[in-house]
């Protein structure tokens, strides 16, 4: 990325890591030393501390939060650092809040996990480690927090790190940044530490800016989820006698739209093309990813809500049958043959699973093959397969998050139960034609 690039630059990115790993005080370190924190809440900050500011505040939005000491939603901060604009969305760090992580890492570019460098590697740091890899961040920064712990030592550092290349090989990240700090004392967050001389790379905040995450993997396809159908324009008489034209509302979940495009609409397999893009404030020639608009074709169609429209070189996967990577997040364990609500985008079918395939051991990070009694359980990770009751648009999640995501709803109840990837098809006659 260039400097004129990086100039105008945004990144999205997710901090997680374990109860107590310090990753309030560190998002507090980041806005303090960067000065973004406002007058009035620093000066209230500063009415309830004896001596050191307790930065671990300034991150507390909620009562319960401040009561408990802890962070229980997902957080989303701002602040600017040189010629790069930040949005850190805090998740929580406690398993049963899991869900909020991955909330969190799946709008973001890029991961920091946090690490106690007195206590290692546990359990939670290996799901959430996990967890941003399944979801496609191509880069993550592990912060080995906490170093003054261990009177700032590097052999206790380059033992996480060694932990951590094992961890590798298994994992999708083209990168993976190592950072001993410690938050509470500003070491190699913002400012390089004199007390660990040992260690030559960036600080935290020097990374980031200079950090180049690949692009994400919705760029090549586009997808516009269709919300529901209006009146495009009351003054535009179409030749049908119908009065109006009919415009498709929604927003252009990946990829772009330029008028002139040919397009299919799913699951309905009809084509035509695309007459008229318009937003709020006017007229486009094209509509990118993010864009939300009102899309008026060529033809009239029967669409509604639900139906996806793709570009006709472009088309997505159709089918009844999906293959799918969950992280399951009900109190109630998973059981093969029960039916659930599945909602992708715009989209709601039924959805029955059939066979769990395996699930993940989040210590070894091994695929267990699934036994005839295998159920998943509050926050594993496994491959299933679903039946569903109406053919579902979709992507793999690997080549487009938009319509590779989707949730599990209890149908009794109405809690999400997983949240799902769909994997790429291994039985032909699903594309589209």
Same mark, same amino acid.
């Given at each position: ?25 560190? @998002? ?32 507390? +939005?909620?009562?319960? !939060? ?20 930040? @949005? =850190? ?12 992580? =991955?909330?969190?890492?799946? %709008? ?8 106690? #460098?007195?206590?290692? =590697? =546990? ?39 060694? !932990? ?47 950090? %180049?995450?690949?692009?994400? %993997? ?36 990946? +990829? %772009? ?28 020639? !094209? ?27 472009? /088309?997505?996967?159709?089918? $009844? ?14 059981? /093969? ?67 590779? $995501?989707?949730?599990?709803?209890? !149908? ?12 790429? /098809?291994?039985? #032909? ?5």
């Amino acid at each position: 990325m260039s400097h004129a690039q990086l100039a105008t630059s945004l990144l999205r990115f997710t901090t997680a890591g374990s109860v107590d790993d310090g990753k309030s005080t560190l @998002i507090g370190r980041l806005l303090y030393d960067n000065n973004a924190i406002l007058d009035d809440q620093l000066a209230a900050i500063k009415s309830q501390s004896s001596d050191d500011i307790d930065l671990a505040r300034l991150t507390d +939005g909620l009562r319960a !939060e401040r009561e408990q000491g802890i962070t229980i939603d997902v957080a989303y901060r701002y602040f600017t650092s040189g010629t790069r604009k930040f @949005i =850190i969305a805090d998740s929580p760090g406690h398993i049963e809040y899991t869900r909020n992580m =991955i909330t969190a890492a799946s %709008n973001s570019e890029l991961a920091v996990v946090l690490v106690d #460098a007195s206590k290692g =590697i =546990i359990e939670q740091t290996r799901r959430h480690i996990y967890l941003a890899s399944l979801l496609g961040l191509s880069h993550l920064v592990v912060c080995v927090n906490k170093m003054d712990l261990v009177d700032y030592s590097a052999a206790a550092f380059n033992s996480i790190k060694l !932990e951590l290349n094992a961890l590798k090989a298994r994992l999708r990240f083209s990168q993976i940044k190592v950072i001993p700090l410690s938050a509470y004392h500003g070491d190699n967050v913002v400012t390089a530490s004199i007390r660990m001389p040992w260690y030559k790379g960036p600080t935290l905040i020097k990374y980031l800016q200079t950090v %180049n995450p690949s692009p994400e %993997n919705t760029a090549a396809y586009a997808r516009f989820p269709i919300q529901y159908v209006i009146r495009a324009d009351q003054h535009d008489k179409t030749k049908s006698g119908n009065g109006y034209a009919r415009g498709y509302a929604g927003k252009v979940a990946s +990829g %772009n739209f330029a008028v002139g495009d040919a397009v299919m609409v799913l699951p309905r397999l009809r084509k035509s093309r695309i007459k008229r893009i318009l937003k709020y404030d006017g007229e486009l020639s !094209e509509g990118q990813t993010g864009d939300s608009v009102v899309i008026v074709l060529a033809d009239e169609l029967d669409v509604g809500r639900g139906d996806v429209l793709v570009k006709a070189t472009q /088309p997505a996967y159709l089918s $009844s049958k999906v293959r799918a990577t969950l992280c399951w997040l009900d109190q109630s364990a998973l059981v /093969p043959g029960r039916t659930y609500l599945l909602k992708q985008s715009t989209q709601l079918v039924r959805a029955r699973v059939d066979t769990i395939d395996d699930t993940v051991d989040i210590n070894t990070l091994d695929r267990i093959t699934a036994a005839g009694d295998t159920t998943l359980s509050l926050n594993q990770i496994g491959t299933v397969a679903l039946v569903l009751s109406d053919a579902l648009v979709f992507d793999s999640y690997a080549n487009n998050r938009a319509l590779g $995501s989707f949730i599990l709803i209890d !149908e009794t109840t109405h809690a999400t139960a997983a949240a799902g990837l769909l994997l790429e /098809p291994d039985f #032909a006659g699903e594309q589209a034609p």
